[in-house]
């Protein structure tokens, strides 16, 4: 069974930096788009990045563009999420999510992807 596994929250000052990461266990890991989403309290969650096999990535929400950056490690079965200039509005639950149906496209809705992991928080003080 297909695993998935955040880690890398935490609380951090605003402008600070964290690198979440995302390890998936079993499955076809080089085939999946991955991608991370979040949840803020209250709201609904959101596509935050996907990356595909080829390493194409896709930006869903205009505020991390340019100070949040996807990445994998196929070798590791690994997915990143390196978050720099942090800011309180990024406070959530940070949740990774593999599409394994061998697609190019990076879909930016929940219900394309297949697995999830359990998410890790992520808290910004101002």
């Known amino acids: 069974q297909v695993q998935l596994v955040e880690s890398g929250g935490g609380l951090v000052q605003a402008g600070g930096s964290l690198r979440l990461s995302c390890v998936v266990s079993?499955?076809?890991?080089?085939?999946?788009?991955m991608g991370w989403f979040r949840q803020a309290p209250g709201k609904e969650r959101e596509f935050v990045a996907g990356i595909n096999r080829s390493g194409s990535t896709k930006y869903g929400v205009d505020s991390v563009k340019g100070r949040f950056t996807i990445s994998r490690d196929n070798a590791k079965n690994t997915v990143y999420l390196q978050v720099d200039s942090l800011k309180p509005e990024d406070t959530a639950v940070y949740y990774c999510a593999a599409d394994d149906d061998r697609m190019i496209a990076i879909r930016a809705i929940e219900r394309a992807y297949d697995y999830w992991g359990q998410g890790t928080q992520v808290t910004v003080s101002s």
């Open positions: 079993e499955g076809m890991f080089s085939t999946y788009v």
